[in-house]
């Protein structure tokens, strides 16, 4: 299969990936709002959604690809050396000169750091960013932080690990990146294993998967969860699971395979 045949089966699964978490009664975004990309490990480039596109009505020519090492070393910079504006427009143009498989440029969503990030730090090849009205009540509120303790139930801890990586607000583009890499790389020191669902306050939900449907499974279990802590909380609070009940869940022998037929389910429901 030529680069550009690999190209456009990408685009494909990329569009099938934005329709199912753009349809409406997914109620994971409206509007232009979330995005998903891919990452081919073989090249070191990535496609991510265009700015402006619609995922629910997501064509194969909306996914731009851009080198994942060009958008990491922007992002590092800006880190050890602040966000200026000089560094936000390096980062635009890496963004304007994205092209599409077929070679024509597009500019790529503002959100695509968020993607390098999970696909630098993170070991994996699809991620997803929507904005589900669950996750941004609860990220939107006073005890945000709080409120994503810990997993609440085992299913959710077996799909989007023991405890979610909560990010504080950001303003978009190079600023939110920037607090979005701190914190990944925080959370990775601090807990040594990767976080499975990641909220960020004000704002959504980003997860990841090597599959696209592993992507979009682990979404559908993070918003189940946070349905749950806003019943909890209506019901008089948030009781989370037990530390080491939530770590066994992940570590168990066969978590992997309750992971996989959790995915079967969601896929069949
Ligand atoms: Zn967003």
Known sequence: MSAQESATLVSKELTDLARKAGAADADLVILAEGNCAYFDSATGRFAVKASGAVMGNAQNDDWVWLDLGNVIDVLDDA????????REARLNTLLADAVTAEGQKRKASIETPLHAIAFHLLGVSWSLHTHPTPVVALASSKKAREHFERAVFPEEAVMCGAEPLFTPYADPGLAVGCVIY???????AQKGVTPGQMVLANHGLATFGNSASEALSTTQMAVKASRIRLGALTAGGIEFMPAAGAQSMVNRQDAKSHRQQLMDDLKKA
């Not at 880190?79 to 000089?86: A, F, I, Q, R």
């Not at 701190?182 to 990775?188: D, G, S």
């Open 79 to 86: 880190l050890s050396n602040g966000v200026t504006p000089e």
């Open 182 to 188: 701190e914190h990944t790389k925080k959370y990775l």
